[in-house]
């Protein structure tokens, strides 16, 4: 559903994802990578031997990280 989507997003995007998420794959990161084509900047963190609830396991991280961007 979200495929016509993408080329809409022009905004900066931070993409984070744990490689052994079984709820959403991981190959969806290097789709999503390629779908962003009008995104001012597409950025990726990987968490190795993570799963779907990283939100709660790496927290710290992803708050650190979403404190940098601008307002």
């Given at each position: 559903k979200l495929k016509d989507d993408f080329p809409k997003v022009t905004c900066p995007v931070h993409l984070?994802?744990?490689?052994?998420?079984?709820?959403?794959?991981?190959?969806?990161?290097?789709?999503?990578r390629q779908m962003l084509t009008h995104a001012a900047g597409v950025e990726t963190t990987v968490f190795p031997g993570e799963n779907h609830f990283i939100v709660w396991t790496k927290f710290a991280a992803i708050k650190a990280a979403l404190l940098t961007l601008d307002n």
């Open positions: 984070f994802h744990g490689d052994s998420d079984k709820l959403v794959p991981f190959a969806n990161v290097r789709y999503a």
